[in-house]
């Protein structure tokens, strides 16, 4: 049973009030936090929930040395019948897990996962914005917090669980996502921790994120390691690509490549519909030909935070080129739409995969 500490100091009504108005993402937090311990030969205890507060941390912690640390990306929503839900946290603790055995790091039980999620969301539902797709995004994360300096796996961890009020994580009207191609970065290699959920990898995903921008462009895609010509996927999305013929194809996954919860949930929605779903290997000059002959009708990126994003352009240095009509496809948007429709209660749900917070 997770403990409940009283906040000292919550954030009055109308201040909050003005933070969720237009909360962008990412950057408007809630006032408490979840904070669990673990030590070694003692295993989880201390399980809390507290007023939001920085941390302290002693400087030889070996999160802050030797990069122990894994996160989820997860978000609460307010149902239609006024109630709150979340989308497969079984998913998400199952995939936290497997991050945390990638990195040397203690499992955490699944339920106790579940549970901390779920106390945050109930002690902070009035921070949902009031906006139409205004949702809180649930970060939990784990991290080394013993102190020493050694090259070993840390004896003592801390799990914790943040919320932030957010509206849409791209710009409402901004249409299709332009795409710049990574030719010299790499994201992971086979062996790696490309299918784990750690700082890591989106630290090593940083320089190529800023040259997209600098080019102009929303996002980077990233090619394998070893050929420098398979699509993998983008700096922090899975992607899709959609056919002529009404079929779907997707990178596979390898352990280069994060096992999207979002991904698997469109992959079933589709074979749900009748459509043919493949996960097989897609390269830049198959991609860039198929854009070119009309092969290729649609291509959308997906994540927890961008949901179903459609994909309008792609350049790279080899050269640049548009997706069907550089816009938003029907496919994407019936995709789009049937998930959207189940996060927030409106749809039919076969999979049981709405979890409605108590």
Known sequence: ???????????????????????????????????????EGKGWHDERLVARAPLTLDPAAAVLHYAQE???????????????????????????NQSAQRMAM???PEDLFVEAVETLVRADAAWFPPMDGGVLYLRPFMFASEAFLGVRPAREYRF??????????????????????????????????????????????????????????DQVVFLDAVENRWIEELGGMNIFFVFADGSLQTPPLGGTILPGITRDALMTLAHDAGMTVREAPYALDQWRADAHSGKLVECFA?????????????????????????????????????????????????????????
């Open 106 to 108: 203690p499992a955490l």
């Open 302 to 358: 997906c994540g927890t935070a961008a949901v179903v994003t459609p994909i309008g352009k792609v350049a790279a240095e080899s050269g640049d080129f548009t997706i069907g009509a550089g816009a938003l496809g029907q496919l994407t948007q019936k995709l789009r739409q049937q998930l959207v429709g189940i996060q927030h209660g409106v749809a039919p749900d076969p999979h049981n995969w709405l979890h409605r917070i108590r």
């Open 1 to 39: 049973m997770i403990a409940s500490v009283p906040h000292p100091h919550p954030t009055p009504a109308d201040a909050r009030a003005r933070l969720i108005a237009n909360p962008g993402f990412g950057t408007v937090f809630t006032d408490h936090m979840i904070d669990i311990r673990y030590t």
């Open 70 to 96: 894994i996160f989820e990306g997860m978000k609460a929503y307010r149902l239609a019948d006024g109630g709150f839900g979340l989308f497969r946290p079984d998913a998400n603790a199952a995939r936290f």
């Open 160 to 217: 914790m669980v943040i919320a932030s009020a957010v509206g849409a994580y791209f710009k409402a009207g901004g249409g299709a996502l332009s795409l710049w191609v990574s030719e010299h970065y790499t994201r992971a290699a086979r062996g790696g921790t490309g299918a784990a959920k750690c700082g890591g990898n989106y630290a090593g995903s940083l320089i190529a994120q800023a040259e997209a921008i600098e080019k102009g462009h």
